[in-house]
T-cell receptor, first 112, second 117 residues
Framework: GEDVEQSLFLSVREGDSSVINCTYT??????LYWYKQEPGAGLQLLTY?????DMKQDQRLTVLLNKKDKHLSLRIADTQTGDSAIYFC????????????FGKGNQVVVIP | DADVTQTPRNRITKTGKRIMLECSQT?????MYWYRQDPGLGLRLIYYSFDVKDINKGEISDGYSVSRQAQAKFSLSLESAIPNQTALYFC????FGQGGTNTGELFFGEGSRLTVL
């Protein structure tokens, strides 16, 4: 079955790097995602990585995927106060029915 | 205007009452989903629909029902609300399987906060 695990809270100083980790269990995962939820808002896709990739970089964001260990991480460089949010990792399989399984979320608080 | 609109945004009700949460979308997506969010538990899937004739239970469908009135509309009902259904509810859509990038991205509404007393 699908199970996605995340730690719950991270505090970081403005300008430092943030790293959020996630583990998943479904070996048939095709896409893995990071969603961001700002206060009072819905989730928005931040970035995603296809399962045949090890790394994806998008401006301040770096996603690392260790498929052997089923471990996904998101690194935010030069963290800004606007990065304060809850971050969810999620996974889905193209061979299933695109039912995304979400982690419990990781709250990131950026201290000015 | 938002592409995925949920109404109401906030609702307080009493135990035993029937509640309907509505979702409409202008994205032309076939797939629609209802999730609930609880602190520390993340998002859990209640029901999902791949088109107006295809509705499926998610992991926590007990106590809920849904109706897909049209491609653009997907409503969630609580027939007899109970306090442990107090949560933040999200509707989402996806164009997976309709061509395009097919990354499976979900597009979320802004949420409906339901409190059952």
């Amino acid at each position: 079955g699908e199970d996605v695990e995340q730690s719950l809270f991270l505090s970081v100083r403005e300008g430092d790097s943030s790293v959020i980790n996630c583990t998943y269990t479904d070996s048939s995962s095709t896409y893995l995602y990071w969603y961001k939820q700002e206060p009072g808002a819905g989730l928005q896709l931040l970035t995603y990585i296809f399962s045949n990739m090890d790394m994806k970089q998008d401006q301040r964001l770096t996603v690392l995927l260790n498929k052997k260990d089923k471990h996904l991480s998101l690194r935010i460089a030069d963290t800004q106060t606007g990065d304060s949010a809850i971050y969810f990792c999620a996974e889905s399989s193209l061979y299933g029915n695109n039912r995304l399984a979400f982690g419990k979320g990781n709250q990131v608080v950026v201290i000015p | 205007d938002a592409d995925v609109t949920q109404t109401p945004r906030n609702r307080i009700t009493k135990t035993g009452k029937r509640i309907m949460l509505e979702c409409s979308q202008t994205k032309g997506h076939d797939r629609m989903y209802w999730y609930r969010q609880d602190p520390g538990l993340g998002l859990r899937l209640i029901y999902y629909s791949f088109d107006v004739k295809d509705i499926n239970k998610g992991e926590i469908s007990d106590g809920y029902s849904v109706s897909r009135q049209a491609q653009a509309k997907f409503s969630l009902s609580l027939e007899s609300a109970i306090p442990n259904q107090t949560a933040l509810y999200f509707c989402a859509t996806s164009d997976f399987g309709q061509g395009g990038t097919n990354t499976g991205e979900l597009f979320f509404g802004e949420g409906s906060r339901l409190t059952v007393l």
